[in-house]
Antibody, heavy 119, light 107 residues
Framework: QVQLQESGPGLVKPSETLSLTCSVS????????WTWIRQPPGKGLEWIGH???????NYNPSLKSRVTISIDTSKNQFSLKLNSVAAADTAVYYCATLGGYYYYYMEVWGKGTTVTVSS | DIQMTQSPSSLSASVGDRVTITCRASQGINNYLAWFQQKPGKAPKSLIY???SLQSGVAPKFSGSGFGTEFTLTISSLQPEDFATYYCQQYKSYPWTFGQGTKVEIK
């Protein structure tokens, strides 16, 4: 079964860009769809966005102007960039695989990586 | 955005109990609903998609039902490893949204 591992800086300064990578093992990233979700400390889950097998993206409007999700097939990984971060972006960030076609559902999740926004 | 409301927000149950969690959508979502289990400090685990289809490897003590705006997750016989927080999520329309979670605690 495919496994996912998030990586990136654990501390980001306010107004800077948060950059995370999700490395895929046990399968090819090509031909599948992928998503990012986050969870602020002590709170519920928030969907950030996804990238489909065709390369098309959908983002949460609450973050849309600041988010970019992309795929690097040569490295078998996909990435999240969130710019102009603030304290409210402090969260555990998860990547996940998507099943389905057109209507996508989350399948396998990574373990998550904690990002703190602080000066 | 479609609002997802779970009830109850928390419940206390004993090992062996049958537990049911309800999730209501603010508008119809057909059967585009998923359920997840999250234990403290761990990533969520996918349990069910399409309202009633079990994810691969998930124990059949978990079952889901519903269509439209009302859905349920049932655990047939609660075991110690099932004490966790459960979330529903709709994927009918963007943005995908989650319920606030239901915490299942030991009585």
């Amino acid at each position: 079964q495919v496994q996912l591992q998030e990586s990136g800086p654990g501390l980001v300064k306010p107004s800077e860009t948060l950059s995370l990578t999700c490395s895929v093992s046990g399968g090819s990233i090509s031909g599948y769809s992928w998503t990012w979700i986050r969870q602020p400390p002590g709170k519920g889950l928030e969907w950030i966005g996804h990238i489909s097998y065709s390369g098309s993206t959908n983002y949460n409007p609450s973050l849309k102007s600041r988010v970019t999700i992309s795929i690097d097939t040569s490295k078998n990984q996909f990435s999240l960039k969130l710019n102009s971060v603030a304290a409210a972006d402090t969260a555990v960030y998860y990547c996940a695989t998507l099943g389905g076609y057109y209507y996508y559902y989350m399948e396998v999740w990574g373990k998550g990586t904690t990002v703190t926004v602080s000066s | 955005d479609i609002q997802m409301t779970q009830s109850p927000s928390s419940l206390s149950a004993s090992v062996g109990d049958r537990v049911t969690i309800t999730c209501r959508a603010s508008q119809g979502i057909n059967n585009y609903l998923a359920w997840f289990q999250q234990k403290p400090g761990k990533a969520p685990k996918s349990l069910i998609y399409a309202a009633s289809s079990l994810q691969s490897g998930v124990a059949p003590k978990f079952s889901g039902s519903g269509f439209g705006t009302e859905f349920t997750l049932t655990i047939s016989s609660l075991q110690p490893e099932d004490f966790a927080t459960y979330y529903c999520q709709q994927y009918k329309s963007y943005p995908w949204t989650f319920g606030q979670g239901t915490k299942v605690e030991i009585k």
